[in-house]
């Protein structure tokens, strides 16, 4: 097994026009098969957040040798430890600092998960857990990330809603 460390520092990083670093991150999700196997339930991982208390999603600085993407994936790994299928963007936010008076400009993807390290960078860092929705809606310290986690679930609702009418509509 190869050993994998976290990225560290801002010389890499990227900025928009206007100066704001940009972050990337996503929501790690899975589908947990409940009852009679047709009912899935969604659940979402979240991690401990770096600084202070609460929970939050996978994100960090995207940097120039990667495409947003690859960064998304790459702060998945390294803050929860997993690995999956990335999705087409959430959306974009300007979201202000924690912990400095300044902005941010910050993209989230879906990644459905298909596979969940024992090991990962920030593992002595970071707690990771599986939640519901409601959950994570109380508990994540983002507004920005709480109303990604609503595009997430409406997109998710949308398709499903097309997959239960695909036989009809043919």
Request: proline share 4%; with cysteine.
């Given at each position: 097994?190869?050993?994998l ?16 670093r ?13 009852g ?19 929970l ?11 495409t ?34 300044i ?6 993807f ?39 986690l ?21």
């Amino acid at each position: 097994m190869v050993a994998l460390v976290a990225r560290t520092g801002r010389q890499l990083q990227r900025y928009n026009r206007n100066g704001l670093r940009l972050v990337v991150g996503c929501i790690p999700y899975r589908l947990k098969t409940t009852g009679d196997f047709t009912d899935k339930a969604l659940e979402v991982l979240v991690i401990s957040a770096q600084k202070g208390h609460g929970l939050v999603f996978p994100k960090g600085g995207w940097e120039v040798d990667e495409t947003m993407k690859d960064a998304a994936c790459r702060e998945a790994l390294e803050e929860a430890g997993v690995e999956g299928k990335i999705q087409p963007k959430l959306g974009q936010w300007m979201f202000k600092s924690k912990s400095q008076d300044i902005f941010h400009e910050g993209h989230l993807f879906p990644l459905l998960v298909t596979e969940l390290r024992d090991l990962w960078p920030e593992k002595q860092t970071r707690s990771r857990k599986w939640v519901t929705v409601v959950e994570a809606r109380e508990k994540c310290q983002y507004p920005w990330m709480k109303e990604a986690l609503d595009e997430l679930v409406n997109r998710l609702s949308r398709s499903r809603q097309r997959s239960a009418l695909a036989p009809y509509n043919q």
